[in-house]
């Protein structure tokens, strides 16, 4: 099984900075990477899939870069709605597996 | 604009079945295009893929769970069902429902889950 592991667990911030969370698989694949964010008390939301393509209406300030093994998350200037924790997925291989999420907190 | 919605008991006792139904709406269930999953989050917890099924009735699903999971469709009420037997504390979790989307090239596949349905807790408790 691909383990996905998340770096930072939590991170702390402030509204307009530029944060990046990075995603780290056990085996090297290609772009099979995908991106979400989930609130309090909400299904998670896809933003970004295949490590680089945004999805329709997330956005622009949400960015996916990566291959490999080493894939990151970027938020440009971050706005209020999107304290949030942040999850990566593989579907390179079965089972899909997740990271254990990226908790990003107001500083 | 696709929806899905979950439903079933919150509570289960311990050694019984969990079984749970994701309603489709806005969109047919039986696209060739599409598979239909199931994760669930223990409280507190990360993610988990459970498994998936295509409306032509072919699964897979995750090894960890495989010899206690079954996912079914119907195609007649554009839904699909989850059932889980045999289940202790560590099924708690809020199970969700989605949509699974993606594309081949000649290496391999990328697929994605989107959208998601709300989610419902289920306990396991006596």
């Known amino acids: 099984d691909i383990q996905m592991t998340q770096s930072p667990s939590s991170l702390s911030a402030s509204v307009g900075d530029r944060v990046t969370i990075t995603c780290r698989a056990s085996?090297?694949?290609?772009?099979?990477l995908n991106w979400y964010q989930q609130k309090p008390g909400k299904a998670p939301k896809l933003l970004i899939y295949a490590a680089s393509r945004l999805q329709t209406g997330v956005p622009s300030r949400f960015s996916g870069s990566g291959a490999g093994t080493d894939f990151t998350l970027t938020i440009s200037s971050l706005q209020p709605e999107d304290f949030a924790t942040y999850y990566c997925q593989q579907s390179y291989s079965s089972p899909y597996s997740f990271g254990q999420g990226t908790y990003l907190e107001i500083k | 604009q696709l929806q899905l919605q979950e439903s079933g008991p919150g509570l289960v006792k311990p050694s019984e079945t969990l079984s749970l139904t994701c309603t489709v709406s806005?969109?047919?269930?039986?696209?060739?295009?599409?598979?239909w999953g199931w994760i669930r989050q223990p409280p507190g917890k990360g993610l988990e893929w459970i498994g998936n099924i295509h409306y032509n009735g072919s699964t897979y699903f995750n090894p960890s769970l495989k010899s206690r999971v079954s996912i079914s469709v119907d195609t007649s009420k554009n839904e699909f069902s989850l059932k889980v037997t045999s289940v202790t504390a560590a099924d708690t979790a809020v199970y969700y429902c989605a949509r699974r989307l993606g594309y081949c090239s000649s290496a391999s596949c990328v697929n994605w889950f989107d959208p998601w349905g709300q989610g419902t807790l289920v306990t396991v408790s006596s």
């Open positions: 806005g969109g047919s269930i039986s696209s060739s295009s599409y598979y």
């Open positions: 085996q090297s694949f290609n772009t099979y």
